[in-house]
Every structure is written in C-alpha cells, then in structure tokens.
C-alpha cells in the first residue's frame, strides 16, 4: 500500500509531547499568519503540515520551503489542483498548465501527494456526464507528468451539494473510477470525512482503494449542524457534529493505511480561536476519536 511516512507503530502521546500522525491542514488556520500557524504546531508536538498553494503565492515556494523546513515540519499534502471540467478548449489547456504548476509545487515542497478538487459543472453545457469524462480524460493526462516528479494525485470526491460549483465526483466509488481508468498508479483518492461519511458504500470503496493500491490521503472533521450559510464553512472539530471517527477510521486502518491524517475545519468561529487553542482542541479530540483506531 502506499502511504505517505508513518512510524510503524503508534506510541501513547501526551498532549504538547508529540501526537502520531496528526497534521494540520492550513486551511484548518486560514485567517492565522503563515509563521504563527507553523509555530503553532511545532508548539503542539505536531510534526506535519498540509498546505495550500496561496501559501506559495503568499511567499514564494523557495521561502515556504525553508519555512517549513526551519520549523522541523513535513509536508504531508498540497492543495490544491483539479478544476478539469471546463468544455472550452483554451480553458481546458490552461487548467493543464496549472495542474503541471502544481504538480511541480508538491514535489518541490516535498510533499507526497497534491489534492484534487476536480471542479463543478461548466455552465456553458450543463452538462455533468461530460464534466466527469473531461476530469477523466485531464487525470489520466497529469498522471504520468505527476508520476515522474514523484507525485500522486489524490481525487478528493465532494458531497453531493458541492456538485454544481465544486465537485462532479462525489462518492469514492466515482473517483476510484476515474483513477483507475487513468492506468496510472500515481492516480488516486483522499477519504474526507466532511464529504463521504453519508456514503452507504464507504466501507467497500474503502477496500476498493485499498486493492488498487490508491489511497493516498485521509482527512478528517465534523459535520456540523445546522449548515452554515457557506455550507463549506460548517465543518468541525471531531466530536461536535454527526460523524463517527472510529468507525470511518477502522475502516481506513483495516485498508492498510498508515500516512498522515489531516485534519481539515473550514469554521469562521474556529478561524477566530487563537491558533494555539485550536491546535489543543484538536490535537485533544485527535487523540480521543481518531488515533486509537488509527
């Protein structure tokens, strides 16, 4: 199975000594400056990071680089790429380009696997058929260019809601689909808990990923209630919402991952929490619900 570094075995962790496999998605400390979100972390004993492209923007992918690697940290994925579904062809060509940058990024950043949001519905068609063969036909092109670089290429399916300006693929099974007709073995998926943890099939898309050797990536928080006017935004820390961790979590141990687990709140009150008290909440609620199934 492949799997971004683990320790082979998990250790019992005290709170500010260290937490196994827990990484803390930036996006998880939007509003906090890039240093202080880095800091934070180290703070908690956490010794990984998901980042996202702004952060390349924001300073530069040579001074992220060092940033990250002054503080000690690892990079356990990038966000994002995908938005492969526009019809036109110029639109088409550019996303290509994109990705290719992105695709450069992970590697220069020397993170494992680049997360994919595949991207809604083209408006100038309506037509979601075609937006999931054009994601398709986009994966199985970046494929081989990631797979050079060292990179893979996590599909992130989105729920349902998140179709039409988001994401086409929206179960495991639909984008295990797409990795697999890409005949690449750099194609596969991310499990985010936010987005399939309604999926009566989650469990045998699970064992899916697992045969193919394509899970790369797992993501957790909570599904909140009620939804935020930005739906996105009504994500949690684990514990608060409706998902049940253990048992999503047994089923990606019981598949044979070992990486990193991200946990990823898109959460405005959160997003005003210092960023040392969101780090102990979650690194608290981690060691609760997550890693003694993990």
């Known amino acids: 199975m492949t799997t971004s570094s683990a320790p082979a075995a998990v250790p019992s962790a005290r709170l500010g000594t260290g937490t196994p496999r827990l990484s803390l998605n930036r996006w998880t400390f939007r509003t906090t400056p ?3 979100f880095l800091e934070a972390t180290t703070a908690r004993g956490i010794d990984a990071v998901g980042l996202w492209r702004q952060d390349v923007a924001e300073v530069g992918l040579d001074a992220l680089r060092r940033r990250v690697d002054d503080a000690g940290l690892r990079v356990s994925s990038l966000c994002r790429g995908g938005f492969l579904t526009a019809s036109a062809a110029a639109d088409r ?5 994109d990705n290719r940058r992105a695709i450069d990024e992970t590697a220069a950043l020397g993170a494992p696997t680049l997360v994919l949001v595949v991207g809604g519905v083209d408006p100038a068609d309506k037509d979601i058929i075609g ?22 290429l996590s599909i992130e399916p989105l729920h349902p809601m998140f179709a039409a300006d988001r994401a086409v693929v929206s179960t495991l099974d639909q984008a295990l689909d797409i990795a697999e007709a890409s005949g690449s ?9 936010y987005h399939v943890w309604w999926d009566p099939y ?4 699970i064992q899916r990923a697992a045969a193919s050797d394509r899970l790369f990536s797992y993501q957790v928080c909570d599904w909140n209630l009620p939804l935020a006017a930005e739906p996105l935004h009504s994500r949690g820390y684990m514990g608060d919402g409706y998902i ?30 210092p960023a040392e008290e969101a780090a102990r909440i979650i690194a608290g609620r981690f060691e609760e619900l997550v890693l003694p199934h993990a």
């Open 34 to 36: 890039l240093q202080e």
């Open 93 to 97: 060509a550019a996303a290509l380009e």
């Open 131 to 152: 937006a999931r063969a054009r994601v398709a036909e986009g994966i199985a092109e970046l494929a081989p260019y990631a797979a050079e670089r060292g990179v893979t």
């Open 185 to 193: 073995p750099a194609a596969g998926v991310v499990v985010d808990t």
């Open 202 to 205: 989650l469990e045998r898309a």
């Open 244 to 273: 049940d961790f253990p048992s999503i979590t047994s089923m990606v141990t019981a598949a044979g991952y070992t990486g990193d687990i991200e946990v990823e709140i898109f959460n405005e009150e959160i997003w005003a929490t």
